[in-house]
Structure formats: structure tokens, C-alpha cells
């Protein structure tokens, strides 16, 4: 008789009795991938989870990005001159106004009879090179800012209502540093004269008033256009000089040979002496100071406040080429920097290869050496902020069409130019310019002023030169600074420091008066 197979009590087969499933069941599932007999993931549910963990990576990165292009990324897009949403919200939005610091229009929207929208500008010429223009591509804050004027932060809701009604929305208004009365005041002083008048907040950077002349009507900039791009019009009236113009800084640039001079000559710098005769001779070379006037035995800190170029002259002669571009560097030169208005790169070049001519003439800011009325202006306003360069800016803020505020620059720095003991020494030589130098029409009637003059020989003709003056108030605390450029002005004594110094004195009475500065 054939043996009979074991059985359970139920009468189930002995692996059916051990997994409670059937054979076909269990196979099924693990070519399903459900089950491993030895109890780990299958291959295919492996890769399953790590495309799910792809898919989460890629996800979490994507929230990221839009986060991150919400809080910093959007404006820098918006306000791309590629960006071409332009046209589009033009068509929804009323581009926002622009407003000075103490709350004037520069540029507002309004319509014409036909109702198409047109940009109106109250003040011809005043604030043309800062502000600029709408049409023809636009220049200026206008070109610059356009896209985020035609951004609407009114609520959404009313948004909404405004489309579903066609109506356009009010655009955000833009609130410039500039502060209407000082504007007009520089603008006064150089009325008549080519050249540029600058003053700005040393401490911020923010860029209180900027005039350049001569200038343009933006109002009927299309009317004008022609004449004003004829190579019949030397007059340069679409370029901002005080960005974009670029001078022999001459005399301004002594206080970088000062510098240097005094850093390879930390133990002897205050021995300097120079017996000046009026010309400079070196070999075949001569110099004159200023009209040729003669200063006499000089010490170093005589030489900076009589400006003696023979003196800064014999300075510069024993200088290590490398070391001096580099301090030039360090305070802006040979640099191109991303502003709020179009701007011109400064140029310092010395080498060893550079002839006797080129250490005499770069020495006393003349040769190749050419500088903007604005990199200047901050060159003294880093000396006068204990060495740091801000960087300047006209954006203030945004409000929203109920006064609620957008967003606002924060100021930021440009350039850590010196040390804080360096810019201290400065501001001593800077004082003593104003207070007993060639300086001294830039005094100021409320505070002790500090500076430098300047002369530029623009001209192999004699007597040709543009007058400079930079520098700050007050000297221990600064509040404002000023670079002042008159083209073929003259003496920058005679002609520059006294429109700083009447600039100083009209900011404090703004600020006496609350209509200036925090």
C-alpha cells in the first residue's frame, strides 16, 4: 500500500500552511515586485523610489527658485532692457511718476486731447540728464526704472476690477534722491557755463543733486532730436558730464600722489621739503605752477595747500609705478561700475616703462590721467567717510498708488579704498587747503569745510584750464560733499571753491529748514 502524504488540519499543503497563500499567488507578487523572499526591495521598487525622490529634489528646487525670484531675483528681470513684457503693460498700466526727495513732480503721465498717453515734464532742462526721457527708446531713470513704473501694487482685487472694466491700473512712483531746491540752486551757479555740478550724502551715497550743462528739453526731445545729433552740434547737450564727461582731474589727483608718497615714506614723508621757484625744470622738461607763481620753501602739508606742482611733481618722480596705479585702482580708477545713470570708466596709467614726461605730468593729474566730475566725487566723499567709497544712487523708494512703500535701495559700498588712518591723514591735508590754501573761497559759513582745487590744462595753448573743486562739510563730520567742474573755467580756486562753498552753506539752510537730508 502507497504511503499517505502528511497533511495540516485543514488539509492545506505544507507551504500554503506557512504563508497562508497559494504557490500562484506568490509568485505572481514577486514578479510584481511586491515581495521579496528574502526580505528585501525588489530592484524595480528601488528605482521607483528614487525617481520619487528625483521628482521631490526637483520640485523642492523649483519652490526654491520661485521664492528666491519673488524676493530677489524679479526686479533684476523686470527691469532687463530685453525683457519685452513692456509692451503688454503698457496696455494694462499708467507708468508711475517720478518725485523728488521733498516731494515735486519731474515726470508724470497725462493725456493728450486724443487720449493717448504722453510723459510730461514741468521742469525743462532742470533734471534732463538724471531723469531723461520716455520717448525714442528712452534715456535716463526713464529708460532704467520704466518697467517697474509700470508695475502696479495696488491690491489685486482692484487689479481685477480694473480689467474686467478696462481700466488701467496706476503704476508705482518712483521717489528720486534728488532734492528739487538744491538742483535748482547748482543749476543757478552754473547757469551760462559748461560743466557739472555734483553733491551727495558721503555717508549713504545718495546723490542730492546733479546738474550738467548744457542741456535738453525731454518734452519735445522728438522735435529735437535732429539738431541735437547734427555733427553740426559740438555742444554735447545729451551727454551728462557730471557720469560721463571726462577731464584731467589735475590738482584733485594730488591727494593719490599724497597718499602713495606717504606710504613709501612712512618715517620720512614729514621731513619733505621743496624750494619752489615758480618752474619746475628737469632736463629739457619745465612746469609752471599755477600763472607761475612762486611758493617758496614748502613743507609737504604747504605744498598740498598751495598746491605747488613742483613739489608733487618731485614726489611723484621717486614712486613705484605698480604701487601707484594700484592706490589709484583702490579708489576707482580703471574701473567700470554699474550705476543708476550711464557712467564713464576713469583712466590712471603709469608703468615702468613710462618716460620722465609721463611721471611729471600723471604726478600733478594731467597727461592720460582722466577723471568724471563723479568718481570724483567719491574719491573725497571715501576720504571723508573714514575710506569707504558708497556707492551713489538717484532710486530712493517706491510707493504703490495709496502711498504704500514698495521697496527702497538700501546704500551699499562701491569700494573699501583706504584704511580709516589714511582717510583720516587726508582729511587734515583737505582742511588745511580750505582753511589757509587755495581753497579758501570754499569755506563754509556754518562749519569748517574741507577740499581740494584744481587747475586742468586741457589745451597746449596757455591759460586754458578747467576748474575743480571737491570736497566736503563739515570736515570731522561729513554731510555733504560737492565736486564742482567749470570746462575752460580757469583758476579752480578762483572759480569752483566758491560755488561749493555757496553750496554748502544753501544745505544748511535746507536742512535748518527741514527740507533736506533725514
Known amino acids: 500500500m502507497k504511503a499517505r502524504m502528511p497533511s495540516n488540519r485543514k488539509g492545506l499543503p505544507e507551504d500554503r500552511r506557512s504563508t497562508g497563500e497559494s504557490v500562484p499567488e506568490k509568485r505572481t507578487q514577486a514578479r510584481r515586485g511586491i515581495h521579496d523572499p528574502l526580505g528585501k526591495t525588489p530592484a524595480r521598487g528601488r528605482e521607483a523610489a528614487v525617481a520619487g525622490w528625483i521628482i521631490l529634489a526637483m520640485f523642492a528646487a523649483l519652490l526654491a527658485y520661485f521664492v528666491w525670484f519673488e524676493a530677489v531675483g524679479r526686479e533684476s528681470v523686470l527691469v532687463n532692457p530685453l525683457n519685452n513684457r513692456t509692451s503688454n503693460m503698457e496696455q494694462t498700466v499708467v507708468k508711475g511718476s517720478i518725485v523728488s526727495s521733498d516731494g515735486v513732480n519731474l515726470a508724470v503721465t497725462q493725456n493728450a486731447e486724443d487720449g493717448s498717453e504722453y510723459r510730461y515734464y514741468p521742469f525743462p532742462e532742470l533734471f534732463c540728464h538724471t531723469i531723461g526721457y520716455a520717448p525714442l527708446g528712452g534715456a535716463g531713470l526713464e529708460s532704467s526704472q520704466k518697467i517697474l513704473m509700470l508695475t502696479s501694487h495696488i491690491s489685486v482685487l482692484e487689479q481685477l476690477r480694473n480689467e474686467f472694466l478696462h481700466i488701467k491700473s496706476p503704476g508705482d512712483t518712483l521717489h528720486v534722491t534728488l532734492n ?9 551757479l552754473l547757469a551760462g557755463r559748461n560743466g557739472a555740478i ?16 548744457p542741456g535738453f528739453n525731454p518734452s519735445t526731445i522728438e522735435e529735437d532730436w535732429s539738431s541735437l545729433i547734427s555733427s553740426d552740434n559740438t555742444s554735447g547737450n545729451l551727454i551728462n558730464r557730471g557720469s560721463q564727461g571726462l577731464y584731467p582731474p589735475g590738482s584733485t589727483f594730488k591727494v593719490i600722489t599724497l597718499l602713495e608718497y606717504i606710504r613709501e615714506n612712512p618715517d620720512t614723508w614729514q ?12 632736463g629739457d622738461y619745465a612746469v609752471s605752477c599755477h600763472e607761475g607763481h612762486a611758493h617758496g620753501t614748502v613743507d609737504i602739508y604747504e605744498a598740498m595747500e598751495q598746491s605747488c606742482n613742483g613739489a608733487f611733481i618731485t614726489m611723484g618722480m621717486t614712486l613705484d609705478p605698480d604701487k601707484w596705479e594700484q592706490l589709484a ?5 580703471n574701473q567700470k561700475f554699474d550705476l543708476d545713470v550711464a557712467s564713464s570708466q576713469s583712466s590712471f596709467s603709469i608703468g615702468e616703462d613710462s618716460s620722465d614726461w609721463d611721471f611729471i605730468q600723471e604726478a600733478i593729474g594731467q597727461g592720460t590721467t582722466v577723471a568724471t566730475p563723479l568718481l570724483n566725487l567719491c574719491i573725497y566723499s571715501a576720504i571723508a567717510n573714514g575710506g569707504v567709497m558708497m556707492k551713489p544712487y538717484l532710486v530712493d523708494y517706491y510707493t504703490n498708488a495709496d502711498g504704500r512703500e514698495i521697496r527702497r535701495t538700501q546704500p551699499s559700498v562701491l569700494l573699501n579704498c583706504i584704511s580709516k588712518s589714511d582717510a583720516d591723514l587726508l582729511v587734515d591735508f583737505c582742511t588745511k587747503v580750505v582753511s589757509s590754501g587755495s581753497g579758501y573761497q570754499a569755506a563754509a559759513n556754518w562749519c569748517q569745510s574741507a577740499g581740494k582745487t584744481g587747475s586742468a590744462q586741457f589745451s597746449s595753448t596757455a591759460g586754458l584750464y578747467h576748474a575743480w573743486f571737491v570736497g566736503f562739510a563739515p570736515a570731522e563730520d561729513p554731510e555733504i560733499a560737492v565736486s564742482v567742474l567749470v570746462e575752460q573755467g580757469g583758476a579752480g580756486g578762483e572759480v569752483a571753491a566758491p560755488i561749493a562753498g ?17
Request: one cysteine or more; glycine letters at 8%; proline letters at 2%.
Open 180 to 188: 528739487d531746491q538744491l538742483q535748482q540752486y547748482c543749476s543757478d
Open 329 to 333: 585702482r583702490d579708489f576707482g580708477y
Open 198 to 213: 555734483i553733491a551727495s550724502d558721503p555717508k549713504t551715497g545718495k546723490i542730492l543733486a546733479m546738474v550738467s550743462n
Open 271 to 282: 621731513d619733505f621739503s621743496y624750494t619752489c621757484n615758480g618752474v619746475f625744470t628737469y
Open 502 to 518: 555757496s553750496i554748502f552753506n544753501k544745505y544748511n539752510e535746507l536742512k535748518t529748514a527741514g527740507l533736506i537730508g533725514e
